[in-house]
């Protein structure tokens, strides 16, 4: 974060030109708003973030909850969590060599039609198209391929 130290390891000083000592304090940083005025400007703006929004919390604790992506979005992209389908309904998921597969994923598209550029396109378990409407499935590991230009 900027302005919050560098810690164990000084690579702001080669990357930004910080001065040898960073900027504040080795762990914790700086101190104050004020202090972020000399910074770089690449990493002024969150500096004052840190103070203005983060109010200089320092360690803070967060507590995660997972959330469905929204159904637009998983639409588009084709991508989907693993176990969840677009609307958020958990479905099986694959593990890789624990027998027969289940697809992890909702097709983009149909198969008879083809995947949209950037869905998925293939991979073990994957029960959605294995073409493109556009550009190239291309394979990326053994259980994913996705439709490049």
């Known amino acids: 974060m900027p302005g919050g130290g560098f810690g164990i390891f000084n690579g702001c000083t080669t990357q930004f030109g910080t001065p040898s000592g960073g900027w504040g304090a080795q762990y914790g940083g700086v101190s104050s708003r004020s202090q972020c005025d000399s910074f770089n400007a690449k990493l002024k703006a969150g500096c004052y973030w840190r103070f203005d929004w983060f109010k200089n919390a320092d360690n803070p604790k967060v507590t995660f909850k997972q959330v469905t992506c929204p159904k ?24 890789p060599g624990t027998g027969s597969p289940s697809p992890t994923g909702t097709p983009a598209e149909t198969p008879s039609e083809g995947a949209e550029l950037y869905a998925q396109c293939g991979g073990t378990g994957w029960s959605g198209p294995t073409t493109c409407k556009s550009g190239t499935c291309k394979v990326s590991s053994e259980f994913y391929s996705q439709c490049l230009p």
């Open 72 to 95: 637009d979005l998983t639409q588009k992209s084709g991508c989907v969590r693993n176990g969840e389908t677009p609307t958020g309904e958990i479905q099986p998921t694959y593990t």
